[in-house]
């Protein structure tokens, strides 16, 4: 079974409109993170949000944040007033356990693309 | 701040040659490093992951190797590259943070041919 899910292979959103990114796991473990990168045409994975499991907060970062739901197991990203540059590839990964595992597993990825 | 460097950043490769690809990271001590090979439209595979130097991790059998010669440099090698081999590399690291986070960041990758 997959262990992270991105149900949208694509996605077009006209600019300023929130935006919405699927994200579904699959663990047993109590402690785990997750992670959104963003991977620009350019090809560099950029570090967006993350959000521990122990977290009692929503994890925020400017105009990201993480709608965490954690009986759902679901990590949705949402972009606020998206702009432009926004148009990328979006990837959710998890990892599992504790300090020392350094194994991140990734979803497939969501293209995002905006419409000005 | 920190920042990491890979080179080169494209490059073409007959079938059997060599190949040595570089990662070095700049303004943080005993970082984690590792290596990552994405094919085209797809996630991430990790390769390699090392915690000091000269430790390493492998996480798939492959023809690939790697190194750790330096605390901040991180290379990833083979003797004799198959077309298999083709994709985009992208090394990262990530601070020995306590809490868990150990957020990883990425360098700008190498997109490699293998012709």
């Known amino acids: 079974a997959q262990k992270i899910t991105q149900t949208q292979p694509g996605m077009f959103v006209q600019e300023k409109e929130a935006v919405t990114l699927d994200c579904t796991y699959d663990?047993?473990?109590?402690?785990?993170?997750l992670f959104w990168y963003k991977q620009p045409s350019s090809g560099e994975m950029i570090f967006l949000i993350y959000?521990?499991?122990?977290d009692q907060q929503n994890a925020t970062e400017g105009r990201y944040s993480l709608n965490f739901q954690k009986a759902r197991k679901s990590a949705n990203l949402v972009i606020s007033a998206s702009q432009l540059g926004d148009s990328a590839m979006y990837f959710c990964?998890?990892?599992?356990?504790?300090?020392?595992?350094?194994?991140?597993?990734w979803g497939a990825g969501t293209k995002l693309i905006i419409k000005p | 701040s920190q920042t990491i460097h890979q080179w080169p950043a494209t490059l073409v490769q007959p079938v059997g040659s060599p190949l040595s690809l570089e990662c070095t990271v700049e303004g943080t001590s005993n970082p984690n490093l590792y290596w990552y090979r994405q094919a085209a439209g797809r996630g991430l595979q990790l390769l390699f992951y090392?915690?000091?130097?000269?430790?390493i991790s492998s996480e798939v059998p492959q023809n690939l190797s790697a190194s750790r010669p330096q605390d901040r440099q991180f290379i990833l090698s083979s003797k004799k590259l198959l077309l298999s081999d083709s994709g985009f590399y992208l090394c990262a690291w990530s601070p020995l943070l306590a809490g868990g986070k150990d957020t990883q960041y990425f360098g700008p990758g190498t997109r490699l041919t293998v012709l």
């Open positions: 663990t047993s473990d109590p402690s785990y993170g």
């Open positions: 990964a998890m990892r599992e356990g504790q300090r020392g595992n350094y194994q991140l597993i």
């Open positions: 959000q521990g499991s122990y």
């Open positions: 090392s915690v000091g130097i000269g430790q």
